[in-house]
Each structure stands twice: as C-alpha cells, then as structure tokens.
C-alpha cells in the first residue's frame, strides 16, 4: 500500500502540481502573446484569484513572479558567473538559501565493479510518493537513497520500468512505507538540516559520477552549463559526453541536472520533462527569492 490516496485532495502538492503543469504548457505554447493571468487561469479551470493563491502556496511566488522565474532573462542571470559557481574557493563564500540544499547532501560513490555488475546483489527498495512535481518513485539502498524520478500520465510501471533499466540485476522491491522519510526530507526544505545530511548513492561509471558530483555543487537558485560542467571535472572538450551523463542522472532533483542550461539560457531536453524542468526552476526561485513581484 502507497501513501497516496485514488485522487489527491485539492490543495495537495499533487493536485497542485497538476494545475502548474497545465499552466506551463498553455505559456510555453502562448509565450509570444504574453497572456494575461485571467486567460491562463480560464485555461486551467480556475479563476485568476485561485491560481494567484496556488502559485503562492506552491511555489512561494507570485503568478508574475513565477513567469519571470522561468524566462529566459531569468535563466540567463541564473547563468551568470556559472563557470565560477563551480570553483571550490569562490564558493566557500556562498551563503544563504542558495546553499542550504546542497550543505544538505552528502554522497557516496560505488565502486567500478558494482556498477559493471549492473547491481548484481544489490538490494533496492521503492515506493511511490507525493512531491512538488508529481508522484514520484523513490529508491533506496540500505546505505542512502540511489534513485528518485517521477510518474507521468499515472503509469507508475514506466516509472519504475526506468529504474529497473539502469540497474536490471538488482533485486527490487516495493517499500513505500520504508521509503517514506526519505521522501519528505528530500520535498520538504524545513528537513533540508545540514547536522542531519541525506546521503545519496551515486551508481555510474567514473565518468557520470564525476559529473554528477559537480551537479551537486551548482547552489539552489544558481545553474551552469554543460561545457562548464566539462570544465569543473577537467574535460573541457567534453561537452557532449557531459550532457549524455546529465540525462542519465538517476537522482533527479538531489542530483540537480535541471540546473543545467544551454549556454544562450535555452532549458534544452530533460529525461523527466522540459515543463518539470521549469517547475523545478520556478519552485526554487520561490525558496531563495521569495514570493513577491
């Protein structure tokens, strides 16, 4: 038995998630008109109060506020200095929200034979959760969480379809009740504790975990690009290698590969949804910046 019910209440993250992607996907089809919030509300089937309210409660941001957070302007600040966001010596001088979910993380890496072994005797757990950006599958070892990705269209056997593919020897098993804290603690910024670090588990070749262990230093609010990414693991030629690793990224979200753009600002593809993408940027802004405008 999951934790959620057939159809989530009406003020849940699901539910409120719901009415962000469908409001996402109207915008980025209507962008060039810059439609009011009245027409985007009547598209989603609410007035322009309840989605003002939705916004606010969702993403800590107003409806304009949100819009501006997913621009292109906006990705291309978020942009800016990126290269150096990635330099140790600079970052140690980031403070605030921006570095709170990654003072958060700490992580490990298994070793080459582990990942050749495709996770032959590996023992994950998973269960299905809500989250800020949909359901989502969450999958854990006994040493700390491995996968996370999220439902689309309500089929949860793709999303786990996915997991198994990455790692088709392990052994896995549904867990829901077992994977629940970690659920929370990784949508819910009040669980985001520097003294209590939630421990990921990177399970990739040497290559894709280099990569993903820079991802983890791009702070909340920041983003960089992929030859930027190339340049913090000393591969500077390796743009295209880089992006390959970013899209199998199997921690979404922890692992914070929507934080990387194209060089223009672009979102460029996702593995779980260009509209999720700009959700996640969206939410976050609503975290560092606050929810006026």
Known sequence: M??????????????????????????????????????IAAHVGL???????????????????????????????LLRDSASVLDAALEVGLSGPGRLHDLFVTHEAMTPGEWKAKGAGLALRYGFHPSPFGEAIVVAT??????????????????????????????????????AALA??????????????????LIGTDFEV????????????RASTYSDVAAGIGKPSASRAVGAA??????????????????????TGYHWGVTRKQAMLGWEAGRVGGGDG
């Open 2 to 39: 999951t934790l959620l019910a057939e159809r989530p209440a009406l003020d849940s993250p699901l539910a409120d998630y719901d009415v962000v992607r469908r409001a996402l996907a109207f915008i980025t089809a209507e962008w060039k008109r810059q439609p009011e919030i009245e027409e």
């Open 47 to 77: 007035s322009a109060s309840h989605l003002h309210h939705l916004f606010r409660r969702w993403a800590g941001l107003s409806p304009k506020a949100f819009l501006q957070a997913i621009t292109l302007d906006h990705a291309r600040a």
């Open 142 to 179: 006994s040493r700390g969480l491995a996968g996370l990705g999220f439902v689309d269209g309500g089929d949860r056997a793709a999303a786990l379809a996915d997991m198994v593919r990455r790692w088709p020897a392990a052994d896995f098993a549904e867990d829901a009740p077992g994977t």
């Open 184 to 201: 929370r603690r990784i949508f819910d910024p009040a669980e985001w504790r520097e003294d209590r670090p939630l421990r990921v588990i």
């Open 210 to 221: 280099r990569v993903w262990e820079t991802l983890l230093r791009i702070p909340l609010g």
């Open 246 to 267: 970013v899209g199998r990224n199997p921690i979404s979200f922890v692992v914070p590969c929507h934080r990387v753009l194209g060089r223009s600002g672009a979102l």
